[in-house]
């Protein structure tokens, strides 16, 4: 199995910057050959915020797009999220994601780290 664990969320003012954090860990760490960073606001719909195939292909939310930066670190089995020129709309409980099959859902999910950007 595979455990997930996000961190590196908080308080940021408008156009601030934050780096979140996902380490994956478990016995089946390596076969995972995708992960993805969500976010879900109150009330709202959960977006894909950005995702990473082992081997660097990214993708990334419109409304992020030159914003953000996905990244992926082998060696520490971390991905990391890069949030720059932060707004108030990306408030929101980002959460980490990991699977072994890049067309497949999602098998392993964190419990989610809190990003808050005010005015």
């Known amino acids: 199995q595979v455990q997930v664990v996000e961190s590196g969320g908080g308080l940021v003012q408008a156009g601030g910057s934050l780096r979140l954090s996902c380490v994956a860990s478990?016995?089946?760490?390596?076969?995972?050959?995708?992960m993805g960073w969500y976010r879900q606001a109150p009330g709202k719909q959960r977006d894909t915020v950005a995702t990473?195939?082992?081997?660097?292909?990214?993708n990334y939310l419109d409304s992020v797009q030159g914003r953000f930066t996905i990244s992926w670190d082998n060696a520490k089995n971390t991905v990391y999220l890069q949030m720059n020129s932060l707004k108030p709309e990306d408030t929101a409980v980002y959460y980490c994601?990991?699977?072994?099959?890049?067309?497949?859902?999602?098998?392993?999910w964190g419990q989610g780290t809190q990003v808050t950007v005010s005015p």
């Open positions: 478990g016995r089946s760490i390596l076969r995972i050959n995708a």
């Open positions: 994601a990991a699977k072994i099959r890049v067309g497949d859902e999602y098998d392993y």
């Open positions: 990473i195939i082992r081997g660097g292909s990214t």
